[in-house]
């Protein structure tokens, strides 16, 4: 009896406040006589001293007043002395532990964690909805009881590879965004660190990587005796290729290198004796045309003609040897100087590409031209996509092929464009590109001489222009245009990557499986 009277009095005693609360709405603020709308944190407040005492109680925030504690807080002068404000809101009896932390939904919010999330969740809603599509349930009579029975229906191949390429499309979409967010980032951090980069001339001062040379003290390397005097070393660490490691094929024993020479005018003479020789074996085949300098007739090529195991091992020797013009690419060790040619290959194949198209006005014509001067219309959808004997949705193949390749010709041969790029900028772009001290499997010390290598990179690239008399400021422009397409090559690359390995998976294709090591 006692509990049942206990628990009506505390009934009418909540029925009282409710009332209470209920006749005194119009009531005004107990902490600075501002009208109010109702009953807050145990107490009658306004708007803004409810909120203020939320984020204080919420954020932990201890606040000190400048004078003797006692500031007045009134409708005109809440915002003087914080301190006060609060000291005034807990003698008017608003609660602390009223307050519900975590509601506050202005506060930051952890967007990249968020995203990370939301592939797995994606994820596993499309496993979830692959069961659903899978699962059949049916209803069978067994001793006069309703028996569910789960009965899996099978796909076909066709469905399963549709599901599989709509899977991926959806994916990429999704992280568009977050890539284009990512690549502008690394584009920042790439030009704040080239601003730091003193801009001298490399005939008069030592660079970066010249003051960690030493002699090279190994007798066993290819090089001789009489030009090792000559080679700038980069570390101690890196020592002369031995014969287990190199051929004279990676570093010409005859071959001297000058510490003073400029390594953008060494890599532009590289790039332009690569085309010559891409000139003659591609050139008609007359002795007229391979004498004359005759420039190979552009030809319209179709899906998978350019990956055909002759013309793969051509490009990759060619490759081969212009990266090898990169000092000090060959002094680095085998492997990695491997990391780093795998790192760079596809880029530097993209960049060249929208380089000659750029250059030989596939621009205005729509089309993107390749190394051997063949073109892809992008006009002609059937030639850049699959045949139509693959099982899969050709809708879906376009945006998987044929839309990036519009979008990559638009983003970064047009700029190349507006910027009037020249050898310069490209092969300048491409070294950037090659020494990468991200590179994750290089060890510590090799990643320090990458950067060294990339820093003499940066100084030769602004002594190229001081020596044509080109001024700091235009100079600046057209490094930091150059490097703001990194971005979109970034982006570019990553998108081929991704098509590499639908074409790996799917077979969509012969070509040569030297493709799998370069990519």
């Keep these: ?10 009934f009418e005693s909540n029925r009282g406040v409710q009332r209470n609360r209920d006749n005194n709405v119009d009531k005004s603020c107990m902490v600075c006589s501002a009208p109010t709308s109702g009953f807050h944190f145990g107490s009658f407040a306004c708007a803004a001293c409810s909120a203020f005492f939320r984020r204080t109680i919420v954020e932990k925030r201890k606040y000190v007043c400048r004078k003797d504690n006692n500031c007045p807080i009134d409708q005109q002068h809440r915002c003087y002395c914080r301190a006060c404000r609060l000291k005034k809101c807990l003698d008017k009896g608003l609660d602390p532990n009223a307050v519900q932390p975590h509601r506050d939904a202005i506060g930051a ?3 990249t964690m968020s995203q990370k999330s939301e592939p797995n969740r994606n994820n596993s809603e499309e496993k979830k909805n692959e069961k659903e599509r899978d699962t059949v349930i049916t209803v069978t009579q067994n001793d006069e009881r309703l028996v569910p029975v789960i009965v899996v229906k099978p796909r076909t191949d066709k469905q399963i590879i549709e599901d599989q390429l709509n899977s991926i499309l959806a994916r990429q979409e999704r ?13 920042i951090e790439q030009l704040i660190a080239f601003s ?6 490399c005939n008069n001062k030592q660079s970066t990587l010249d003051r960690n040379i030493s002699p090279i003290e190994s007798q066993n390397s290819v090089l001789s005796s009489d030009n090792a005097q000559n080679i700038p070393e980069t570390s101690n660490s890196i020592e002369a290729s031995t014969s287990s490691e190199s051929s004279p094929m990676i570093i010409n024993d005859k071959k001297t290198y000058d510490r003073t020479q400029n390594v953008i005018e060494m890599m532009v003479d590289a790039y332009q004796a690569m085309c010559e020789r891409r000139r003659l074996i591609y050139c008609p085949r007359s002795l007229k045309d391979l004498l004359s300098g005759t420039q190979p007739v552009p030809r319209s090529c179709k899906w998978g003609e350019r990956f055909s195991a002759e013309q793969m091992r051509i490009e990759v020797a060619f490759m081969v040897e212009f ?3 990169i000092h000090p690419f060959a002094k680095f060790s085998l492997n990695d100087r491997i990391e780093l040619f795998r790192n760079i290959a596809l880029a530097c194949v993209m960049l060249e590409k929208h380089y000659l198209t750029m250059k030989l006005g596939g621009i205005s014509q729509n089309r993107l031209y390749h190394q051997d001067h063949s073109y892809s219309d992008l006009n002609d959808e059937d030639a850049l996509v699959p045949k139509h004997d693959v099982s899969c949705d050709m809708d879906t193949l376009r945006k998987l092929f044929l839309e990036p390749t519009r979008s990559s010709l638009k983003l970064i041969a047009s700029s190349m464009e507006q910027n009037q790029m020249t050898d310069v900028e490209f092969c300048a772009l491409a070294a950037v590109m090659l020494f990468d001290p991200t590179i994750r499997s290089l060890d510590a010390s090799s990643k320090k001489l990458v950067m060294a290598a990339r820093d003499k990179v940066y100084a030769d690239w602004f002594s190229y222009y001081a020596n044509r008399g080109i001024p700091v400021d235009v100079a600046s422009e057209k490094v930091g ?3 703001l397409l990194l971005p979109a090559i970034q982006s570019t690359v990553e998108r081929s990557h991704e098509n590499f390995t639908i074409i790996r998976v799917f077979d969509l294709l012969n070509y040569d499986k030297i493709l799998d090591e370069v990519v």
């Design 1 to 10: 009896m006692d509990s049942e009277a206990s628990n009506s009095e505390n």
């Design 109 to 111: 919010k952890q967007l």
């Design 175 to 187: 992280s568009e965004e977050l890539k284009k967010s990512e690549s502008n980032k690394a584009a």
């Design 196 to 201: 730091k980069t003193a801009v001298i001339e």
């Design 323 to 325: 990266i090898n013009s």
């Design 481 to 483: 245009n150059t490097m």
